[in-house]
């Protein structure tokens, strides 16, 4: 009887210890890549989504800020002269950036966030990709939109930087609906 008590014992040490060990792997696998979640957002649509995204992933949030602010007359699509009409009919416009800088090799993955605009991501996301070295480092992007797909804008990404790993992007059209279960997957996957 008291081998068997023994026994019993002994099992469910064994147990205990090793969903202790499954639980630091799991927190450890979340730990263990360094992200960087950036985004860009003129209306603060893109903005709330990339912020659920850094809570659920842990990652850190990084504002992509224009060194001019975009005024409501700037982003009107309907006015072939406004702004973000002439910088979007223009491929190589790139448009300085303000805010702080960040050290990119602080960060293994980076999570980029942005508008549709124009079926592409906005010109600043261009000069935020060109001002850093991504060489080798993942980027997963997402959007939101009025309706567009993701697809275009990461068709010319790839197309831009080939030497970035890019991985598959998602649309958040939702509001944040979605964010906790794609985090988990992309956490998962990395
Ligand atoms: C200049 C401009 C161009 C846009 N082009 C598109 C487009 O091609 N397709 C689309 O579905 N939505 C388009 N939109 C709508 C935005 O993608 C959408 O409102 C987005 O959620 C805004 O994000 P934000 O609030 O983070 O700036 C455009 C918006 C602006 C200002």
Do not use: H
Request: charged share 25%.
């Amino acid at each position: 009887m008291k081998q068997i008590v023994l026994i019993l014992m002994s099992l469910l040490i064994f147990s205990c210890s090793s969903k202790a060990q499954k639980q630091t792997a799991d927190t450890d696998r979340q730990s263990d890549k360094r992200i960087l979640v950036a985004y860009f957002s003129c209306t603060g649509t893109t903005e709330k989504v990339a912020t659920a995204i850094a809570k659920e992933t842990g990652g850190k949030l990084y504002r992509i800020t224009p060194a001019t602010a975009y005024t409501s007359a700037d982003l009107d699509w309907n006015d072939k002269a406004s702004r973000s009409s002439v910088e979007m009919a223009d491929e190589k416009s790139r448009p300085a950036l303000g805010g702080e800088t960040i050290d990119l090799k602080d960060y293994d993955v980076v999570l980029l966030g942005y508008p549709i605009w124009w079926d592409l991501c906005p010109r600043p996301v261009n000069t935020f990709l060109e001002k850093y070295d991504f060489a080798g480092k993942t980027v997963i992007p997402f959007a939101t939109s009025g309706g567009s797909s993701i697809t275009g804008s990461v068709k010319q990404l790839k197309k831009l930087y080939p030497k970035i790993e890019w991985k598959e992007g998602r649309l958040f059209n939702g509001g944040t609906a979605n964010v906790a279960g794609w985090s988990k997957q992309i956490i998962e996957k990395l």
